[in-house]
């Protein structure tokens, strides 16, 4: 499933690139990204990224089980 794949990534990223960052920032998406060198920072947005991709097939599931649409 999409979901798992994404958040596997995310854990794996987590741990290689990510461990600098404290577990907040990388929830809130709360930084500068200026600030980042460019590894961390595509590591980052990436990160981001299957976050967005995992929260919207949530909703999107949690609608069509509810019986709503989009």
Known sequence: MIVRAC???????????LKQLPDETLETGDV????????L??????Y?????V??????HLDESILGREV
């Open 48 to 52: 981001l990224f299957l976050a967005t």
């Open 7 to 17: 958040a596997a990534v995310r854990l794996r990223l987590r741990e290689r690139f």
């Open 32 to 39: 500068e990204l200026e600030q980042l060198d460019e590894p």
């Open 41 to 46: 920072r595509k590591a980052f947005m990436c």
């Open 54 to 59: 995992q929260e919207l097939i949530i909703q």
